[in-house]
């Protein structure tokens, strides 16, 4: 593993880069005009608005983030030129941010107030606040910038890029990278954190071979390769548990999770799960793992102990990556393909609404 520095530059943005003044959100969850942004593009970063496709990352995603208040979802899909803001309580979609034209991830701030989002074709991460939809924060990475995760306290930024193979690590606080990672093959959209903020896991698509994870030491001085783990067929979304000893990973080539032995990188176990699934979200109590099936349009539930399968939920469309839980984890919100929202009881595994159709 490689380290560099960067010279990338951040930009000061003005007050006025929405196309009209706004609300709080908060104003805007009853039968009120749904609110418009679109954001300013900046100079070689720009790609055309309405271009659907990414001149440089040939992938579609989704992401959906849940404010850790639970008030509110952002979601958005690789295909979208938007980002759809929900609230939460009344199922309302209150806001489109518009401007985009490949976003990939999207992240919460720990105090709810602002998130992330990056744009492959842009080669941008935004920071956009809560309370007015203005991006306040615009750091350019490169064409390719795509998964995204953050430390616990917000303070640190993991940014994949799949076209220059690389992770940034980014001081949000002073909005600039620290250092770049390099060694990677096409990192896209699957990064994790591990809870206790000592190791990052990074997949590499490898020219759609997509068979090993790239598994990072963050205690160092610098970030150090500790190992590679392999055997995946198109390994996507991975889950770490709080002990930091069990690596979940969803391997869409062959509709399986894989449970992953973190110290040996061993694979201790394979669940046999739905067609093409992307998505491996572990709940915050651990008691169940959803696999986002896109292929069969369902989550199957497996218990992240022994491996066995609990159940299915059905009535999704298209189900990725973007699955989150609620803190206490009786809910999970997960994303469709046409960016409504299906909200699920974890304990029956059954969809009790959609949100974010209106």
Known sequence: MILSTTAFTALALPATMASANADAPEK????????HRTVVSFGAYTSAVGDMRDPVVDATNNSLAVSP???????????????SVIHLRSGRKIAEIKGYVSPRNVLFAPDSKTFTVSDSARGVVDRISMRTFDVVKRLPLGAGVFGT???????????????????????QAANRPETVLTGFS??????????????????????????????????????????????????????VNRAGDRLYAASSGNDKIYIVDTASGE???????????????????????????????SLTAIDPGTGDVKGTVTGLKAPRQA?????????????????SVAEVDVD???VIRTLGRR
């Open 28 to 35: 805007s969850t009853s039968k009120t005009a749904l609110m």
């Open 69 to 83: 208040d639970e008030r509110f979802a952002v979601a958005t899909n690789s295909d979208s030129d938007h980002l």
């Open 149 to 171: 995760a953050q430390s616990k306290d917000g303070r640190l930024l993991y940014a994949n890029n799949a076209a220059s193979h690389t992770v940034t690590v980014i001081d």
């Open 186 to 239: 096409e990192p896209r959209q699957g990064i994790k954190l591990a809870p206790k903020g000592d190791k990052l896991y990074v997949t590499n698509f490898d020219g759609g071979k997509g068979g090993r994870i790239t598994v990072l030491d963050l205690t160092t001085e610098k970030p150090q390769e500790l190992k590679q783990i392999e055997g995946f067929e198109g390994v996507r979304g991975l889950s």
């Open 267 to 297: 694979t201790r176990d394979t669940v046999d799960v739905g067609d093409q699934p992307y998505g491996a979200a572990l709940s915050p109590d651990e008691t169940v793992l959803f696999s986002g099936n896109k292929g069969a349009n």
């Open 323 to 339: 699955i989150s839980f609620s803190a206490d984890s009786q809910t999970a919100w997960v994303l469709n393909e046409d960016l």
């Open 348 to 350: 029956a595994l059954r």
